[in-house]
């Protein structure tokens, strides 16, 4: 069952889902703009928002370099993003910070380096069932790279402070994302995610 479970996550959840995401990333993202992707993993997302839109000039940072990663991606440490303050137009953080340990920490530094935008893309969690489900799916999904499992899942009301508190508003919010085929949607979609693109509140 585990080794099924891990064939589907591979062959059609994280390729599928990197597709599926950078569509739904793709609008949000002004022309010729300069985007810092933390946590880019093996930088599948940004290759794909690439080819979506050539003109994007996309760097990616992470807590560790993947084998395959494009020369592009960086390591950092996980607390200080090593670039000065507005560097870039935009900063894009997909499945990452319910990964962090700090994620206001996080929030903060990513809100450091941008100039005006910030696009968010993370879980929602409504309830017990949710916070199952959502932990099921983080453990088929990252466990095996060493990626940090902290199950910390949180709800809209709990996102909307944690983006005040940080000085950033919600310009836009999208929880129909549609990102997996049948019948894995029935568990993996649900409202269980959402993308959100804050601006910088002066």
């Not at 985007?35 to 807590?63: A, F, N």
């Not at 090593?82 to 990964?99: K, M, N, S, W």
């Not at 962090?100 to 893309?121: F, G, H, M, N, Y």
Request: proline share 5%; hydrophobic share 40%.
């Amino acid at each position: 069952m585990k080794r099924i479970c891990e064939h589907i996550n591979k062959a059609v959840i994280k390729i599928g889902r990197s597709t599926r995401i950078a569509q739904l990333l793709s609008p949000l993202l002004p022309e010729s703009a300069s985007v810092l992707d933390v946590g880019c993993g093996d930088g599948k997302l940004s290759s794909e928002l690439i080819r979506l839109r050539p003109d994007l000039r996309i760097q990616g940072i992470d807590l560790r370099r993947a084998a395959d990663a494009p020369t592009y991606c960086s390591v950092y440490d996980g607390r200080r993003i090593p670039h000065e303050p507005h560097a870039f137009d935009v900063v894009q953080l997909v499945d990452v910070l319910h990964h962090a340990q700090d994620p206001i920490a996080l929030l903060r530094e990513c809100r450091r380096v941008t100039k005006s935008l910030i696009i968010v893309k993370d879980h929602l969690c409504r309830g017990a069932m949710d916070r199952s489900i959502l932990a099921w799916m983080d453990k088929i999904g990252n466990a095996r790279y060493g990626v940090p499992l902290y199950y910390e899942y949180w709800n809209k009301t709990r996102w909307k402070k944690a983006f005040e508190t940080v000085g950033m508003g919600i310009a836009t919010w999208d929880e129909r994302l549609n990102l997996y085929p049948w019948p894995l949607n029935l568990v993996g979609d649900r409202n269980l995610h959402f993308i959100s693109k804050l601006k910088k509140s002066h």
